[in-house]
Each structure stands twice: as structure tokens, then as C-alpha cells.
């Protein structure tokens, strides 16, 4: 089965940046899509990025549009989740995810890593 590995959490003080990875550990022809969600104490997990390998195509929460990017490393089987101007607000627990379609619903993605957490402090 596909398993997905997130690294690269960890505490940044507020209007920092932080760099998220998901490694994949199967073909990406077995999936189409990639993305990132997230969840807060408290909050239901919301929908953050996701990414095509094919082409590359992204889309993004509103919440995160000019602050947020999400990339792919075909080779390395890795998608990226780069995090600029972060705000206390962006703190949760972030999940790659991995699905078929291009989609910012959370039961599009068939497969789920253990998440990697990202606390930003004021």
C-alpha cells in the first residue's frame, strides 16, 4: 500500500517560513494527487494544498493563497508544502495526503501520513 511520511514541523516565530516534505513510498502512477491538510486542537481538519503530478497543477485554501506553496519532486517521490509569512494561526498538526483526483475534500485522498506538527508563535 502507499505510505506517506511528513517531516519537517516544528516551532517558527510569527512571519517566518518553514518547509514541510512528504515522502511517498510507491510509484506516483498509483496516485494522481497530493495534498496537504490540517488540523487544530479543538478545529475539524481543513483542506490546505493539493498538487497533480502530472502537470504540476495546484490549488490552494484561501486562508493560505500568496503565502503558501506546494511543489513536487517527481524523482524523489516527495511533495513539498513551503511555508512563508506564517501567522499563529497556522499552527496544527499537517497531514499529506495522497488520492486520485485534484480535490480540496478530505475523502479524496485515500491514504494519510501521521502528520507533522507546526507551532508559530507570536
Known amino acids: 500500500q502507499v505510505q506517506l511520511v511528513e517531516s519537517g514541523g516544528g516551532l517558527v516565530q510569527a512571519g517566518g517560513s518553514l518547509t514541510l516534505s512528504c515522502v511517498v513510498s510507491r510509484s506516483i502512477f498509483v496516485i494522481n494527487a497530493m495534498g496537504w491538510f490540517r488540523q487544530a486542537p479543538g478545529k475539524e481538519r481543513e483542506f490546505v494544498s493539493t498538487i497533480r503530478w502530472s502537470d504540476g497543477s495546484t490549488f490552494y485554501a484561501d486562508s493560505v493563497k500568496g503565502r503558501f506553496t506546494i511543489s513536487r519532486d517527481n524523482a524523489k517521490n516527495t511533495v513539498y508544502l513551503q511555508m512563508n509569512s506564517l501567522k499563529p494561526g497556522d499552527t496544527a498538526n499537517y497531514y499529506c495526503?495522497?488520492?486520485?483526483?485534484?480535490?480540496?475534500?478530505?475523502?479524496?485522498?485515500?491514504?494519510w501520513g501521521q502528520g507533522t506538527q507546526v507551532t508559530v508563535s507570536s
Open positions: 495526503a495522497a488520492g486520485r483526483v485534484l480535490s480540496g475534500r478530505r475523502d479524496a485522498y485515500n491514504y
